[in-house]
C-alpha cells in the first residue's frame, strides 16, 4: 500500500450544449485554475499534469495547461471513453502514492458535437466490435444511436429478468432532474413531471428521451497531493482517496449478456476491490456520484455497486433510498443524465461534486453527515473506475 | 490555510506613489517584502508644481516600517529615468504600477488644446515611456507583471473629462496588446478601474463617501495581480470600497446579411431589434473571436436569394423536429363528420367512418392529412417555425395539398411524423413554400406521405426557381362522368374543427371579420374531405382501402351552408380527375385535382417482392457492352448462381433488400422463393444499405461486412443475424460476370417469375380461436397465468384480451399487462421458431405494464 492521497483543490465549469461553450483549452484552464484556487496553491507547485479527453487531435491537454502556465512540467494526454476523466485521477493519484511526485493535477474537458455518438474513424477496426457483436446476438441492430441500443438492451435483459416496471426507469430521470434543479453548473435545471419523461419520444424501449444524458461540453480539474505536501501547506483536514480501482472488460462481457456486456461486472469487481481496500462496505457510504449515462445504467449499477441487493432495485427506488432522505443520496450533482455528460470532464465533475459534499460545501443539496462518498466511472470498450473518498 | 503572499526579492516601480493609490499600493507590497521605487514629480492633482516631500515621506514610513524603499522625482514621461533608479538602487525590475495621473477637468467646449495633451502626456504617454523603458528587463528575465490604471469615466463616459476619458480607455487597449505580447515571457498586463478617496475624486465625492472608499481596499487587487502566482492576464477590473470584479466585452448575435443579396440602410433598420437585443449575445475575447461570425458569413458563400420574409438559405431542407401523435376510432368517427360523411345516419356505406362497431369500420383515407397538418400547427401555435421563415398566418393561404397512403389506415395507431421543407419557389409577387411529412406507423415504417403547399402573400420576387407551372389534372372536355352535390352545414367550420385546425378564422366572427369575410370561413381541408369521399363514393364502391393519393388546388373560399359539387372524369382505373364547384355562387373551389387508386388493396405484409420489382436480367443487359461490371450484372450472376445451387437459396431461406447508393439502386434477393429482382420487396426480413462501391468490393471479398457495418458503411435494418449468411456472394463466378460485361452472351439465368403481391391472411384470429379453445380444455393452464392479458397485434392489426379462460376480441384497458407484437412474429411464436424472451429483448414483443406475464406465455406455443 502506498502513500495516502489528498484530493486539496477541485473546480468545474458550468455545463454546456454543444455549440454553446467556450473552448476546450478555455474551459479546462479555467477549471484548473479554479482547482488550483480552491487547493491555494500556484501552479508552480504542481509536478505533472494528466489531461483527459476524448475528441480532439493530439496535445490537447498541453494546449489547456499552457493556459494555466508553462512551468515545463510533464503533461499526459489521457483517452478512455466516457470513464477518462476518473483514468486520469488515477493515475494523478497513482503518481503520488508511488512517491513519483508530491502533488499533481488531473483536468478532463470535452468539446462534443451534437447528436449521439458515432464512430469518427471508419478506416480501421472498431474498437467496439466485440461488443457490438454481443448486442447482434442478443437483439440485432436498428437505426437508433448505439449506446441507447446497448444500455436500453441491458435494461430490457433487467426487465425480463425481474419484471421492472418502464416507470421505474423513467423514476431515475424524473431524481435526477429534482437534483440537478439544486445544482447551479448542472446543463438541465428544470424539474419534470414522471408523465413527461414516460410520454416523451422513445429512443429505445424502455428508453424514453429524457433518460439518455445529452451530449456536453465542459471542464474539470482536481488538485491531488501528498500527506507531506499537504503539512508544509498548512492544509488541515483534507478530502482523501480511500480506495480506488479499474477494471477492463472480462470474459463474461463478451457471453450472451447485455448487462455485463455493457460492464456489470466490471462495475462490481472494481466496487468489491475499493470496499476491500477501504475497510468499509456500502452501508458506510453516505452519497454517490453514479454513471448514469442511461437511466437503465443506473438501475443495474444499484446492484453492481452494493447499494441494493441482486433484482432490488425496483424497491430501492421506490422506497426513495436514492434521493435525500433515503439510505443514499444517488447523483446529487444530477448526474450525467441531467448535469450533462462531457466524456473527458465527467470523472472529474463526479469528483469535484463528491469532494464538495464531503466539505460540506454543496450549499442546497448537501446531503447531511457526508463522510464517506462513492465514485463510479464507467466507459464502454471498457474501463470502469470505482472510487472512494472519505474526510475525517 | 494558503500562505501569505509575499514579495521577497521583486522589485515594484510604483508611479504617483506619494499620494493615494499609489503611497497605498506601495506600502503594501513593501510590507509585503518587495523594494519599491517611489515615483511622485510632488505636484498638484492638475499637474502643477514639483516638490520632493510626497515620495520622501513615503520611503521614510516604510523604511521606518522595516522595509525597502527609493524615491524618484522624475515626471512619468521621462519613464527611463525612474526605470533606472530601480536598476541603481536594487538591480532589476519586475512590477510596474502605472498609477500617477492628474485630471484636467472642463466641458468640452471650454477644453483647451494644452488641457488635453497635458492628460495625454502624463496618462498615455507617461505610462508608454515607463513601461516601454521596464519591458525589455521583463521580457529577459521572463518575469514580470504590469498593472495600468484605467476608469469608469473612460468605460461609460463621464461629463466634462473628455480627455481623461480618451486617456483612460487608450489604456486599456494598449494593455490588452502588451497582455498579448507579454504571454509568452510570463509578463502578465492588467488594467484596473479603481474608485477611492483620494487628491483627484475628493472634489466630486461627498466626504462620507470619501470615508469609505479607502485607497488600501483597491490595493489588494493590484497587489494579487503583481504576485507571481498570478498569471491572469490581459484582464480589466472594476475595484472599490471592497469590491472588485472583472469586466469583458460583450457582444449581441447581431444580424448577419448573406452575401450576394444586397443590403441597405432600410435592412439595417429592419433588423436593428436584433442587432441590439442582448439577449442573446456572446463574448469575443479576442481577435479572432471578433472575426468569428464575419468570417463564417464570408465562408457560407453567396446566398440562394430571399427577403425579409423568406430566406431560402436557412430553410429549405430543414427537417422540423420529429413529433408524435395518436388517433384511434373516435379520431376517425369524428373527422368523418366533419366532411360530411353519414348526412344519411341509414348510408350504410358512410356509417363504416363514423360508427366504430359497424361491421366495415375503417378510417376514411383522407384521415392522413389530419396528424400530419396539425402537428405543424402544433408547432405554429407554440411559434416554432423553420429559421428563415419570417412571415405571420395573416401572409399565407393553403393553396395545394398532396395526400398519399402506402396502405389502408389502420383504425388506432401511434404516429410519428418527420417533416421538412422540401422545396421555395418564387412567384413573382408571393411564394410558395412546400412542406412535406412523412408518417411512420408503430414499427417505423412508412404509412404516409403529404405536400402541403403554402402561397405566401407578398413575399416572392427575389429571383428564384419559379417551381412547376405546368396546368395539371385538367378534366377532359366533356361532360363529367360522376356529377354528387351534398350540402355543407351551417356549423360545419365548427364541427370540422374538432379535428385539430385551431385557426379562429373558421369559428370566431370577429376574427374572419378583420380578414374581409362576412363570416367564419370553411377550411380548405374540410372541402378536400367532401371531394375526396365523393370520388371514393362515386369509383370504389365504398371500399376505401384501394385509395392511394389525392392531389388537389384550392381556388376559392367555401362558407358553411354552401353546397359542394363535384365533378368528376375516370381516366383510367386508377386515375380519376376532379375539380369542385360552390352550387349557390358557380365557382370553383378546388381545381387540378386527382385521385389515384390502387388496383389492388395495398397490404403492409405481403408474401412476395411488390409488383414494382422487375427481372434484374434486362438491367443487367442495358448495362452490358460497357466491359465493366456493375451492380445489375452482379445481381444477374448472383440470380444464375442460385438457380444452379438451388441448396444455397434453402440454407438462407431469408428475403434481403439491398438498397445501393452512388449510383442508386434497389434489388431484392429472395431466397425464399429463390429469386433475384430490381426494386424493393414489401417484406424484407433484413436490409442492407451501403454504396455501390462497397457492395462491388464486398462481392469480390475485398470487403468484410461485419468491418462495413461496425464502421457504419453498412447499415443493416431487420434482422441482423440473417446478413452473416450472406458469404457466398463471394462465391459467384466472376468470369461469367466478365463475359457479360464485355458484351458476350452467356447463358441467361431463368426467366424471374413475375412476382405477384398476394395479400398475407392474418393469423392471429386462429392462434387466439386455439388458446380458447385450450384454455377452455384446461383450467390449469388459464390459472398459470394468472393475469389479464391485452394483445395488440399489428399487420393485419387485430386486438384480443386473454382474462382468466375466456379469450375475446377487443381490449381491455385494466389489463396487467399489453404485449404489441406482429402477426408475424406472433405467427412465429406458435410454431416455435422463436420465443418470447428473444421477441421482446429485439424489441419485436413490447411489453407495457407487467413484464413477468410474458414469462408465463408458453400456451401460445403449438396454438
Request: with cysteine; glycine share 10%.
Amino acid at each position: 500500500m502506498g502513500r495516502r492521497v489528498n484530493v486539496i483543490g477541485v473546480g468545474m465549469v458550468k455545463f454546456a450544449k454543444p455549440g454553446a461553450s467556450e473552448e476546450y483549452n478555455v474551459m479546462a484552464s479555467k477549471a484548473a485554475r479554479e482547482a488550483l484556487a480552491d487547493a491555494g496553491i500556484p501552479y508552480g507547485e504542481v509536478e505533472q499534469a494528466y489531461a483527459g479527453y476524448v475528441y480532439g487531435d493530439s496535445t490537447c491537454g498541453q494546449r489547456a495547461m499552457y493556459e494555466v502556465g508553462l512551468t515545463g512540467i510533464p503533461v499526459f494526454n489521457v483517452n478512455n471513453n466516457c470513464s477518462t476523466g476518473s483514468s486520469a485521477l488515477m493515475l494523478a493519484k497513482q503518481a503520488i502514492e508511488g512517491g513519483v511526485v508530491e502533488c499533481a493535477i488531473a483536468v478532463g474537458f470535452e468539446q462534443m458535437e451534437k447528436g449521439a455518438l458515432q464512430a469518427k474513424w471508419t478506416d480501421r477496426t472498431n474498437p467496439l466490435d466485440k461488443h457490438v457483436g454481443v448486442m447482434n446476438d442478443a437483439q440485432g441492430v436498428n437505426q437508433a444511436p448505439f449506446a441507447a441500443q446497448m444500455f436500453g438492451g441491458a435494461g430490457r435483459e433487467y426487465r425480463w429478468r425481474y419484471g421492472t416496471k418502464k416507470e421505474t426507469f423513467g423514476k431515475i430521470a424524473w431524481k435526477a432532474r429534482q437534483h440537478a434543479n439544486r445544482n447551479p453548473y448542472a446543463l438541465f435545471s428544470d424539474t419534470l413531471t414522471l408523465e413527461e419523461i414516460m410520454n416523451a419520444p422513445e429512443v429505445f424501449d424502455p428508453l424514453t428521451r429524457f433518460q439518455c444524458c445529452p451530449p456536453t461540453c465542459g471542464a474539470a480539474a482536481a488538485v491531488l497531493c501528498s500527506e507531506d505536501f499537504a503539512r508544509r501547506h498548512g492544509i488541515a483536514n483534507p478530502v482523501y482517496i480511500a480506495g480506488q480501482a479499474m477494471t477492463t472488460d472480462y470474459s463474461s462481457s463478451f457471453a450472451d449478456s447485455m448487462m455485463k456486456m455493457v460492464g456489470y461486472d466490471m462495475s462490481r469487481a472494481a466496487a468489491d476491490k475499493v470496499y476491500a481496500q477501504a475497510g468499509l462496505g456500502p452501508s458506510d457510504v453516505q452519497v454517490v456520484e453514479l454513471h448514469d449515462c442511461f437511466t437503465a445504467n443506473e438501475l443495474i449499477t444499484y446492484e453492481a455497486l452494493g447499494l441494493c441487493e441482486e433484482g432490488g432495485a425496483e424497491k430501492f427506488i421506490e422506497e426513495g433510498d436514492n434521493t435525500f432522505g433515503g439510505k443514499f443520496v444517488v447523483n446529487p450533482s444530477g448526474g450525467l443524465l441531467s448535469k450533462g455528460h462531457p466524456l473527458g470532464a465527467t470523472g472529474l465533475a463526479q469528483c469535484t461534486e463528491l469532494v464538495w459534499q464531503l466539505r460540506g460545501r454543496a450549499d442546497k443539496r448537501q446531503v447531511p453527515n457526508a463522510r464517506v462518498a462513492l465514485q463510479h466511472n464507467l466507459g464502454l470498450g471498457g474501463a470502469c473506475v470505482v472510487t472512494m473518498y472519505r474526510r475525517d | 490555510m494558503a500562505d501569505e503572499l509575499r514579495f521577497d526579492g521583486r522589485v515594484a516601480i510604483v508611479t504617483g506613489a506619494g499620494n493615494g493609490l499609489g503611497r497605498s499600493h506601495a506600502l503594501l507590497l513593501a510590507r509585503r517584502g518587495a523594494k519599491v521605487v517611489i515615483n511622485d514629480l510632488g505636484g498638484s492633482h492638475t499637474g502643477g508644481g514639483k516638490s520632493s516631500a510626497a515620495a520622501d515621506a513615503v520611503v521614510a514610513e516604510i523604511r521606518a516600517g522595516g522595509g525597502e524603499a527609493v524615491a524618484n522625482y522624475d515626471s512619468v514621461e521621462d519613464g527611463a529615468a525612474i526605470v533606472q533608479s530601480a536598476l541603481d538602487a536594487f538591480g532589476r525590475i519586475d512590477i510596474v504600477v502605472n498609477n500617477a495621473g492628474i485630471l484636467r477637468d472642463v466641458s468640452f467646449q471650454k477644453m483647451t488644446a494644452d488641457d488635453w495633451d497635458l492628460v495625454y502626456r502624463v496618462h498615455v504617454l507617461g505610462a508608454y515611456r515607463v513601461t516601454a523603458a521596464a519591458w525589455p528587463h521583463l521580457r529577459e528575465q521572463k518575469y514580470g507583471r504590469v498593472v495600468f490604471t484605467s476608469s469608469a469615466a473612460g468605460i461609460y463616459g463621464n461629463f466634462g473629462q473628455a480627455n481623461y476619458s480618451m486617456a483612460k480607455l487608450g489604456l486599456v487597449g494598449f494593455a490588452s496588446t502588451l497582455a498579448l505580447e507579454g504571454k509568452k515571457n510570463n509578463v502578465a498586463v492588467n488594467t484596473i478601474a479603481p474608485i477611492a478617496g483620494s487628491r483627484m475624486t475628493e472634489t466630486v465625492l461627498p466626504k462620507e463617501m470619501l470615508e469609505s472608499l479607502k485607497p488600501e481596499f483597491v490595493s489588494p487587487l493590484v497587489a494579487w495581480l503583481s504576485h507571481e502566482s498570478n498569471t491572469d492576464t490581459g484582464g480589466l477590473f472594476e475595484v472599490g470600497g471592497g469590491f472588485m470584479g472583472k469586466l469583458r466585452w460583450e457582444r449581441t448575435r447581431g444580424a448577419t446579411f448573406r452575401l450576394g443579396r444586397g443590403f441597405g440602410p432600410e435592412q439595417v433598420k429592419a433588423h436593428w431589434g436584433e442587432i441590439t437585443d442582448f439577449a442573446r449575445s456572446e463574448h469575443p475575447a479576442s481577435v479572432t473571436e471578433s472575426m468569428g461570425p464575419i468570417m463564417a458569413n464570408v465562408e457560407a458563400g453567396p446566398s440562394r436569394g430571399g427577403n425579409e420574409f423568406i430566406d431560402v438559405d436557412l430553410a429549405l431542407g430543414y427537417q422540423f423536429p420529429e413529433y408524435t401523435s395518436r388517433y384511434d376510432e373516435r379520431d376517425l368517427a369524428l373527422y368523418a363528420l366533419g366532411v360530411g360523411a353519414s348526412r344519411n345516419p341509414l348510408d350504410a356505406t358512410d356509417l363504416n367512418y363514423v360508427y366504430e362497431l359497424s361491421e366495415g369500420f375503417q378510417a376514411l383515407p383522407t384521415y392522413a392529412v389530419v396528424p400530419a397538418v396539425n402537428g405543424i400547427l402544433d408547432m405554429g401555435r407554440r411559434g416554432e417555425t423553420a429559421p428563415g421563415l419570417n412571415f405571420g398566418l395573416d401572409r399565407i393561404l393553403h393553396g395545394e395539398q398532396y395526400t398519399e397512403v402506402l396502405r389502408p389506415l389502420p383504425t388506432n395507431q401511434k404516429l410519428t411524423h418527420r417533416s421538412r421543407v422540401k422545396a421555395i419557389y418564387d412567384k413573382g409577387k408571393g411564394a410558395v413554400v412546400v412542406n412535406e411529412t412523412r408518417t411512420y406507423d408503430e414499427q417505423g415504417d412508412l404509412l404516409a406521405i403529404n405536400e402541403l403547399a403554402t402561397f405566401v402573400r407578398g413575399a416572392g420576387g427575389w429571383g428564384g426557381e419559379r417551381g412547376p407551372s405546368a396546368d395539371v389534372n385538367v378534366p377532359p372536355d366533356r361532360a363529367p362522368d360522376a356529377v354528387i352535390e351534398d350540402k355543407t352545414s351551417d356549423s360545419q367550420a365548427l364541427l370540422y374543427r374538432l379535428s385539430g385546425d385551431w385557426n379562429p378564422l373558421h369559428a370566431d366572427p370577429g376574427f374572419a371579420g378583420a380578414f374581409g369575410y362576412a363570416k367564419p370561413i370553411l377550411h380548405g381541408l374540410c372541402s378536400f374531405g367532401y371531394a375526396g369521399r365523393h370520388v371514393l363514393k362515386a369509383f370504389t364502391d365504398g371500399d376505401t382501402r384501394r385509395f392511394k393519393s389525392i392531389k388537389v388546388r384550392f381556388a376559392d373560399t367555401v362558407f358553411p351552408g354552401e353546397t359542394i359539387v363535384t365533378e368528376m372524369w375516370k381516366e383510367s382505373e386508377t386515375r380519376v380527375v376532379f375539380r369542385c364547384k360552390v352550387k349557390e355562387r358557380d365557382k370553383v373551389v378546388i381545381s387540378n385535382a386527382a385521385m389515384e387508386l390502387y388496383t389492388e388493396v395495398p397490404q403492409k405484409k405481403a408474401s412476395a417482392p411488390s409488383a414494382k420489382a422487375t427481372s434484374a436480367a434486362p438491367v443487367a443487359a442495358a448495362a452490358a457492352a460497357t466491359g465493366k461490371i456493375t451492380s445489375g450484372l452482379v445481381f444477374e450472376a448472383i440470380g444464375a448462381y442460385l438457380t444452379k445451387n438451388a441448396d444455397v437459396a434453402a440454407k438462407v431461406g431469408t428475403v434481403f433488400q439491398f438498397k445501393l447508393t452512388d449510383p442508386t439502386s434497389q434489388w431484392t434477393l429472395d431466397l425464399k422463393l429463390n429469386q433475384v429482382a430490381r426494386g424493393e420487396t414489401a417484406v424484407p426480413e433484413c436490409t442492407l444499405e451501403l454504396t455501390d462501391a462497397d457492395f462491388m468490393a464486398m462481392t469480390e471479398g475485398k470487403a468484410n461486412p461485419m468491418k462495413l457495418f461496425t464502421t457504419g458503411k453498412l447499415k443493416i435494418s431487420g434482422n441482423v443475424m440473417a446478413s452473416q449468411k450472406l458469404d457466398f456472394l463471394t462465391k459467384i463466378d466472376r468470369k461469367a460476370m466478365e463475359a457479360a460485361a464485355a458484351g458476350v452472351v452467356v447463358a441467361a439465368p431463368e426467366a424471374v417469375a413475375a412476382p405477384t403481391a398476394a395479400p398475407a391472411a392474418a393469423v392471429a384470429p386462429g392462434i387466439f380461436q386455439s388458446i380458447a379453445a385450450r384454455l377452455a380444455a384446461s383450467p390449469a393452464l388459464a390459472s398459470e397465468l394468472g393475469a389479464v392479458v391485452q394483445f395488440n397485434v399489428t399487420g393485419p392489426d387485430g386486438q384480443w384480451v386473454i382474462d382468466g379462460a375466456t379469450v375475446a376480441a377487443g381490449r381491455n384497458s385494466a389489463a396487467t399487462a399489453f404485449l404489441t407484437v406482429s402477426d408475424d412474429d406472433l405467427a412465429a411464436l406458435a410454431a416455435g421458431t422463436t420465443d418470447v424472451k428473444t421477441l421482446f429483448q429485439h424489441g419485436k414483443l413490447r411489453v407495457d405494464g407487467d413484464v413477468r406475464v410474458a414469462h408465463r406465455l408458453g400456451l401460445l406455443k403449438n396454438s
